[in-house]
């Protein structure tokens, strides 16, 4: 029996190595040098190729004739008229800037002259209110009165927005 196991092994031929290209093995020892890991055999990629996805089919849309394309173009409304103006009060400026820590409103005079005591009516998209102007400063200096032209700081009682404009009351 012996014999036999011995002939059977003689007659199996050794298995063939598998031959990989040359350039392949010499840019992995390169990459690997490279690094410092020294020459090692390049492993083979485990990623699966991706699978192609089906493409769906879409009706093509109904081709619409010139005269329908020009009827269905949207005409823009005009900008709303500017708002009414009380017939007791005269716009004097716009807000420019609110400091809400100080609760504080820089505002740019247009026309007219504002003076400790007189009453602002300061209006905008959110913001609606009045009140007594009590302080105002030009660059950090206290003034009594702000001439067109001016920018000033005033102390306001309620949240002042960018883009309000002040009115002056008359009569109060």
Same mark, same amino acid.
Request: zero cysteines; hydrophobic letters at 35%.
């Given at each position: 029996?012996?014999?036999? &196991?011995? =002939?059977?092994?003689?007659? !199996?031929?050794? !298995? &063939?190595?598998?031959?990989?290209? +040359? @350039?392949?093995?010499?840019?992995?020892?390169?990459?690997?040098?490279?690094?410092?890991? /020294? %020459?090692? !055999?390049?492993?083979?990629?485990? !990623?699966? %190729?991706?699978?192609?996805? +089906?493409?769906?089919?879409? =009706?093509?849309?109904?081709? =619409?004739?010139?005269?329908?394309?020009? &009827?269905?173009?949207?005409?823009?409304?005009?900008?709303?008229? =500017?708002?009414?103006?009380?017939?007791?009060?005269?716009?004097?400026?716009?807000?420019?800037?609110?400091?809400?820590?100080?609760?504080? +409103?820089?505002?740019?005079?247009?026309?007219?002259?504002?003076?400790? /005591?007189?009453?602002?009516?300061?209006?905008?998209?959110?913001?609606?209110?009045?009140?007594?102007?009590?302080?105002?400063?030009?660059? *950090?200096?206290?003034?009594? #009165?702000?001439?067109?032209?001016?920018?000033? /700081?005033?102390?306001?009682? #309620? *949240?002042?927005? #960018?883009?309000? @404009?002040?009115?002056?009351?008359?009569?109060?």
């Amino acid at each position: 029996m012996a014999a036999k &196991k011995k =002939a059977r092994k003689k007659k !199996k031929a050794p !298995k &063939k190595a598998k031959k990989r290209p +040359a @350039v392949r093995k010499k840019v992995a020892k390169k990459a690997r040098r490279a690094v410092g890991k /020294g %020459p090692k !055999k390049a492993k083979k990629s485990t !990623k699966k %190729p991706a699978k192609k996805k +089906a493409k769906k089919k879409v =009706a093509a849309k109904p081709k =619409a004739r010139a005269g329908i394309k020009l &009827k269905m173009r949207l005409v823009k409304p005009a900008a709303p008229p =500017a708002p009414p103006v009380p017939a007791n009060e005269e716009r004097i400026g716009i807000v420019t800037h609110y400091f809400n820590h100080l609760g504080v +409103a820089i505002i740019q005079l247009e026309t007219g002259v504002l003076r400790e /005591g007189d009453t602002v009516h300061i209006k905008g998209h959110t913001s609606d209110f009045r009140q007594r102007v009590g302080s105002m400063e030009v660059e *950090h200096a206290h003034v009594s #009165e702000a001439r067109p032209g001016q920018s000033f /700081g005033l102390k306001v009682s #309620e *949240h002042a927005r #960018e883009h309000d @404009v002040v009115y002056r009351v008359k009569g109060m």
